[in-house]
């Protein structure tokens, strides 16, 4: 999860993520080499007296400032596309839980179990317990087995929502009427956090996310007791 005076993203939990955070460093390794160059520019014009008179006129600098673009442009947009793909690539899910946003809290239906469903509430901050994390608790949390492909589909009963784990890489809409899907893939245990990232009224802020990493034996556990 997040923690203060982060300058960076969350370490990655998923396979998706880890690509996003390549992509991100790959594009911001471009971006500092353009800032760079045109700083360098810039500077050696306003420190300089010396002129070139077929600077304006010269074939081969038009050539190179129209094509270089392009090519930068390629280099980001390859990449981008691939994981674009893989993040809608559903190969063969092992699970799948749906999701349902309301105002203001989450229900979840695990539809290969037939009594498997419930809702989701924050956890006031006068019922909280020591070590827990204000507005980011909830009363019952969404359990699911590490290294299992996971379908999760997501919809919304009134107004729209957005289900949004960072850690794990998950961002998709809840829109009232339609089922969006997305793939799912924890690599390790843990706890991970996320909120509702689409404003959808007075209790926005009040909505969060909390999904449990665990072992497949723990899940078998967990899934018996909760029917």
């Not at 500092?32 to 070139?52: D, P, Q, W």
Request: charged share 15%; with cysteine; proline share 6%.
């Amino acid at each position: 999860m997040a923690y203060p005076f982060e300058f960076g993203l969350q370490d990655a939990s998923s396979p998706i993520m880890e690509e996003l955070m390549y992509f991100h460093d790959h594009t911001l390794m471009i971006v500092f080499l353009i800032s760079s160059l045109v700083l360098y520019v810039i500077s050696l014009m306003l420190t300089t007296k010396l002129t070139h008179t077929s600077t304006m006129d010269a074939q081969e600098v038009e050539t190179i400032w129209t094509i270089l673009p392009a090519v930068i442009l390629i280099l980001i947009a390859l990449p981008s596309l691939r994981i674009l793909y893989m993040m809608d690539e559903m190969d063969n899910p092992s699970l799948t839980v749906k999701t349902m946003g309301h105002q203001w809290y989450w229900s979840y239906e695990y539809s290969d179990y037939e009594d498997l469903c419930f809702d989701s509430y924050m956890i006031p901050t006068s019922d909280l317990s020591p070590g827990q994390l204000r507005l980011l608790e909830v009363d019952n949390r969404m359990v699911i087995p590490m290294e299992t492909t996971i379908r999760i589909l997501i919809s919304s009963e009134d107004v729209l929502h957005s289900w949004a784990i960072p850690s794990l890489g998950l961002k998709t809409d809840a829109i009232p009427g339609r089922l969006n899907q997305m793939t799912l893939l924890a690599t390790r245990p843990g706890v991970y956090y996320g909120q509702c990232s689409e404003i959808c009224g007075a209790n926005h802020s009040f909505m969060p996310i909390v999904l449990e990493s665990v072992p497949m034996e723990a899940f078998e556990k967990w899934s018996c007791s909760m029917t």
